[in-house]
């Protein structure tokens, strides 16, 4: 999936990254080696600190590098 680009992000926006998946044996939290899909978000917030609009992308790590790939 690709974004258009008509519409950029703008104005305040939150960006976090976590990750989704139930509790596995023996792996604890962003463990690296897990079957746990890790994803990054970002929210846009109206002048009243509403939510505008909302993106979320899978990555495959937590590297700088990797983050850097969605904006």
């Known amino acids: 999936m690709k974004s258009s680009g008509k519409y950029p992000i703008k104005g305040k926006v939150h960006v976090d990254e976590f990750v989704i998946g139930g509790k596995e044996e023996g792996k604890v939290g962003r463990s690296y080696d897990s079957k746990k899909k ?3 978000c970002a929210v846009e917030l109206t002048d009243d600190g509403k939510v505008k609009r909302m993106y979320a992308l899978g990555i495959d ?11």
Do not use: R
């Open 38 to 40: 890790k994803v990054v």
């Open 61 to 71: 790590n937590y590297s700088s590098k990797e983050l850097k790939k969605t904006i």
